[in-house]
Nanobody, 124 residues
Framework: QVRLVESGGGLVQAGGSLRLSCAAS????????MGWFRQAPGKVREFVAALSQSGSNTYYSDSVEGRFTISRDTAKSTVYLQMNSLKPEDTAVYYC?????????????????WGQGTQVTVSA
């Protein structure tokens, strides 16, 4: 079983940047496809980005495409989400997750393990 711990959230002005980290322990991040999701108050959890197990393929939601980048440091067993040109609507709790064998990368139900989340707040 993998344990995931996110960090790097905080308060930033619109147009700014943040980099979220997700450290995996128990099993390495390279053992899984990894995803980032977010949940704003009163809204359902939504897909943000994913990285295939091989590291060859990345996936993004339309709302973050071109602004966010998912990457992985295999040696550190850590997955990152670089967020640029942040907007107030990016405000949410961000979660990283390790995907199981089945299901689409964009579906939260496809993921077996989740971190505790990190708050990102973007002020106007």
């Amino acid at each position: 079983q993998v344990r995931l711990v996110e960090s790097g959230g905080g308060l930033v002005q619109a147009g700014g940047s943040l980099r979220l980290s997700c450290a995996a322990s128990g099993r390495t991040a390279s053992s899984y496809s990894m995803g980032w999701f977010r949940q704003a108050p009163g809204k359902v959890r939504e897909f943000v980005a994913a990285l295939s197990q091989s590291g060859s393929n990345t996936y993004y939601s339309d709302s973050v495409e071109g602004r966010f980048t998912i990457s992985r440091d295999t040696a550190k067993s850590t997955v990152y989400l670089q967020m640029n040109s942040l907007k107030p609507e990016d405000t949410a709790v961000y979660y990283c997750a390790a995907k199981g064998a089945l299901g689409r990368v964009t579906w939260s139900a496809s993921y077996d393990a989740w971190g505790q989340g990190t708050q990102v707040t973007v002020s106007a």
